[in-house]
Structures are given as structure tokens and as C-alpha cells.
């Protein structure tokens, strides 16, 4: 028996939840970026499920454009936090502190 | 069979996902997130997305995370010790929990707000966009309705990679080190 689009939007679902959780525990920069881009490949994974039970290809082409920006988006942020060691010697969140004070 | 392969993979991925969150070394996260993309990427087989599978495999367990287990090693950060402050963590599980129970929640709900599609079989030779597994449809969608996406995304891509490049050049405003420290000539 072929398990259901609940079942599916649940996986992503839960995902997307883990991600966040990463997001608000972790202090290091990279961890951080890596559970962004988990609750990103949530979101994919609900777009598929949609896609392939409504029968369109719209849902899986739009995992392809989210694919080529995260791709984009990871160069960039991991760019920046190689820029931003470069002058702080660190990335943790914690150490981060030059707009707080 | 297919509900076992889907329950086996789900766990995995849901595993990894939580070990990528929990480990204390950077790089046995990123490998984790490895592990995790993967079984996302058996999940799209499973809904017989086999070219966005590869795609996953291809660009996200390989090129993204490559470039992430690089930066990580290059970096070193796997010294440092996470202090997680009590208040954080209680914050952090109140996240998890209401945010995975409000998504369980409405995604079985799902049919109250709509009628719940029942999986179909897959070839639909009349609808040139409907669901199919060959590469050749994703092109035929890429070049018709989404045409200046497509283009954009191209665009993206290039704006990303002159981004990377301007900001990966030593600017001569870098050289004023805003840390006091002694500047030191390896790099």
C-alpha cells in the first residue's frame, strides 16, 4: 500500500521543525546554515509530495529553481562567513556581538 | 514494500536531521546533513521524482555540502565548546514542539480543507506538464511556462558568483583590523 500525502507532509513537516530547533540551539554560524538549509530541503520535499499527487509537474520544477537559489544562496552565506572570520576570528553567534554593544 | 521503504527512509532522515542538530563536532553534522539529504533524495524516488532525486544527490549531498565540510575544516572550529544556556534550550524545545505538532497537526488535517488527492498512475500523454518521470518533460516545462524563471535563475547564478568573488578578494579597508590583535602575514 502506497503511504499517503499525510504521510509525506508529516515527514517535511517534522523536517522543517528539526531545522528551526537547530536554528534556535545551535551557536556555531555553519551549523546554523546547514539547518537552513534542512528546513529549505523540507519545503522541496512537501513540493514533490503535492506535485506528484495533484499530477502536475509544477511542484517539481519549482524544487529545481529552489535548488539552483540554495545552491546560490550556500556560495554567498559561506562566503560571508569565511569574510567574517577573516576579521573576528570566530563564528560563534555569541562572539557576534559588535551591533549590541 | 513501498510503505517499508518509505517508513525506512523517513526514520533516517528524521535521525539524521536530529543528530545534524544534537552533534557536537561541526563535521559530524555536516556528515549527517549528508545522511539526511539522502534520504530525502530516496523520498523523491519514492514519489518517482527520479531526475530531482539525482539533482539532490548531485548538487545538494555533493557540491553544497563539499563546499561545507570545506569551509568547516578550513575554518577549525571544532575546539570551541557550545555553551547552550538553559534558556535557550528550553526556547528551542518549545520551537520543536509546537512547531512539528502544529505542521502534524494541519497536514492531517489537510483533507477538512481540501479534497485529498489519491495517487495516480503515471503516464498522462495529453497534458504536456503533467506529472512524469523523464528528464524531457523538466526541460519541455523549463523552455515553455517557465521561460523567465529560468532565465533569472541563470542571472542568479551568475550575480552570486561575482558576489563570491568580490567578497572573497581582500579589500584595502580589510587591512584596518577591527580586532586588536597582531595581524599576522599568512595569508
Redesign the interface.
Known sequence: ??????????????????????V?????T??I???L??ML?AT??AL??F????????G??F???I??????????G??????L?????T??V?ELN?LKH | MSAFLFYFFSALTILAALLVVLNREAVTSAMCMILALVGVAALFILLEAYFLAVLQVVVYAGAVMVLFLFIIMLLDTSSRRIHVTEMNLVAAIIALVALAGGAIWLANQYPAVAELPKIQELPTDQDPLGYATAAKTFGFGLFTRYMLPFQVAGFLLLTAMIGVIALSKRAPADSGDPVKEPRDTRD
Open positions: 500500500m502506497q503511504p499517503g500525502l499525510q504521510a509525506y507532509l508529516t515527514v517535511a513537516g517534522m523536517l522543517f521543525a528539526i531545522g528551526f530547533f537547530g534556535l540551539l545551535r551557536k556555531n555553519l551549523v546554515y546547514m539547518c538549509e534542512l530541503t522541496t520535499l514533490v509530495a506535485s506528484r499527487f495533484y499530477g502536475t509537474m509544477d517539481a520544477l524544487v529545481f529553481f535548488i539552483t537559489v540554495a545552491a546560490a544562496e550556500v556560495a554567498v559561506l562566503a560571508i562567513i569565511v569574510a572570520y577573516r576579521r573576528r576570528r563564528v560563534q555569541d559588535y
